[in-house]
């Protein structure tokens, strides 16, 4: 799998430069011209919760960098257990079927040990990060995380301004064009990914969290520096039906 997945799934509907403004809707005028007109969403609660961090890569009682004879001990024996190669590093696959959906977790590389380093889980009787789990609504998986003040008007837009492709819920950067940009500090963010679909209220978005955190290996953060992501994949319906997380580990 290596560490184009989480990469690709962030790109998808983010591979421009991301821009911040206030809750606006675009409607096109005579001549072809985007018109913004301001519609602010009613202010949120002020959140006492924590960002994402390392610490939330849990899956019931198994956490990131575990070896896969320490996940069994917990877990007990997948359904599945194989190998497979992974761009230049094998990867290691376990697979817990359950009656309504299956968790996928997949051991890495990370210092010369195979850790896990990856959970999809579309099972509903599955605890992931703070209890969260396939099924619950949005809004209430939201919660659970830090947020601004004002997080649903802060809006990621296209390159030309044009187009909303979603909110940050904290943070103010994402990881595109990361190699030109020089960042020095933290990258932690939350955002609420549209995934393509044209309002918050369509249904149908992912809410995503990263950190991405110093020392790195040179003068600024890169793809070779360790990160984490999370995600949590949302219906028509605004449920979740997929939970992912991701450690991406330092690539010597």
């Known amino acids: 799998m290596g560490r184009k997945r989480g990469v690709v799934i962030l790109s998808a509907a983010l591979a421009v430069m991301l821009l911040v403004s206030c809750g606006k809707k675009e409607e096109k005028n005579g001549d072809g011209y985007i018109e913004e007109e301001s519609i602010p969403y009613e202010q949120l609660s002020k ?10 890569l849990k899956f019931d009682g198994a956490r990131m960098g575990m070896t896969p004879d320490e996940v069994k001990k917990i877990l007990g024996e997948p359904d599945e257990d194989r190998t497979a190669a992974a761009e230049a590093n094998p990867e290691r696959i376990f697979v817990y079927n359950g009656e309504n959906g299956k968790s996928t977790l997949f051991f890495w590389n990370a210092g010369g ?9 579309t099972d ?3 605890n992931i990060a703070r209890n969260t789990k396939v099924g619950m609504d949005m809004d209430s998986v939201r919660d ?5 003040e004002n997080a649903l008007n802060a809006n990621i837009m296209s390159e030309d301004n044009a187009t909303i492709l979603g909110k940050f819920l904290y943070g103010d950067k994402t990881l595109d064009k990361l190699e030109d940009r020089k960042i020095k500090e933290k990258i932690e963010y939350g955002i609420i990914n549209y995934n393509g679909t044209p309002t918050l209220e369509a249904g149908g978005s ?7 955190e ?3 290996k040179g003068d600024y ?5 360790d990160y984490s992501q999370l995600m949590y994949y949302t219906d028509s319906s605004r449920k979740v039906v997929k939970i992912c997380w991701y450690y991406y580990p330092e690539i010597s």
């Open 214 to 216: 110093p020392p790195f």
């Open 144 to 148: 659970v995380f830090y947020r601004d």
């Open 47 to 56: 959140s006492s919760a924590a960002k994402f961090s390392n610490e939330d």
């Open 221 to 225: 953060a890169s793809y070779d520096d």
């Open 206 to 212: 992912i809410l995503e969290y990263m950190c991405f």
């Open 124 to 126: 509903p009787l599955r």
């Open 113 to 121: 040990v195979m850790k896990l380093c990856g959970v999809e889980c």
